[in-house]
């Protein structure tokens, strides 16, 4: 009677035994025991075990916080289960759910850190990057118009420039509207040299050019812009762009793409080593691009005639990421 109890509670352990092993292969989780040090992690309220190099995320901290014992770099022995399948805000470390944690006592042998049992793997650092390009659609337009003019006395072609340019200035502001910002944005007054063989240069004149740049909010007014002050006596175009003044969620993004993408491949590189992604051990963002799309530069008479048509593109946020990642491999 009582070898066949002892048969059944044996067959009941072996039973035991089976399905524990089996939980924690469906897991992921390793069982070891690490003597090292605590540390604090990058994250808020997180500890650590630095054994031997080697950085292992206490999962339930918590649990131990109000020993006495428990405080930074305090030497520990600690048993439990490594969690491949937990992932954490900052991966620092091994993942590491503890059931025993004890202070190890300070003596000769003291400082000497250790992992038993379970599988220990090799960590690799490597170094990705990632790259996206977001689309997005133009809000501003800035237009440079000038007014040139030209006269044999320096005194004519600047009077007839001033009284050009303030028509073409008082036309802009009635075209653009109220929200768009005008302003000056260069001035000259030069002579005009023919340049002769074996002689000193001759002065037959002078050009004045007064340049004028307006901001515009308000897309569907460029056309009627340029043609405003074509009629009223601006004669170049010095340039017309688009760009993105309220640019943060296109950049946000282009910026979330690229790490996602530099994520990607830090996990690809460990799974063909046969392991997993740890933890990201530094981000550096390489910038964030934003050209504004150039249209034209030329001379507005040639355009006065018609209507002046405007096709807004759109514009490439380009942003590039790179990233340091520990990686687990087999």
Known sequence: MMRRLFTIFGALVLVTLFTTQQGLAETGATQITVRGRLQKTVEPGGWLIVADGQKYLLLNAQRFQKESWFKEAAEVEASGDTKSDVMTTYMEGTPFEVRSLRPLAQGPGGGNQAVTGGD??????????????????????????????????????????????????????????????VKTSGYSLQPQRVYRENQPPTITGYEARNSVTVTLSDL??????????????????????????????????????????????????????????????????EGTMRPPIPIYEGDVRRMAATQTPIEVGSLEITSRVQLIAEVEGG
């Open 120 to 181: 220990t793997r090799r960590l690799t650092r490597v170094t990705v990057s990632g790259d996206s390009i977001v689309q997005a659609q133009p809000d501003t337009a800035i237009i440079t118009v000038s007014v040139v003019t030209q006269s044999k006395r320096a005194i004519d072609a600047q009077q007839e420039n001033a009284a050009k340019s303030d028509a073409v200035v008082r036309a802009l502001k009635a075209a653009a509207g109220a929200g768009a910002e």
């Open 220 to 285: 569907t007014k460029v056309g009627p812009v340029i043609d405003a002050t074509a009629q009223a006596g601006a004669n170049d175009i010095a340039g017309i762009s688009f760009t993105l003044r309220r640019d943060r969620p296109a950049r946000d993004e282009a910026l979330a793409q690229a790490t996602q993408e530099a994520m990607g491949k830090a996990r690809v590189i460990a799974q063909a080593l046969g392991g997993r992604l740890v933890r990201i051990v530094e981000v550096q963002e």
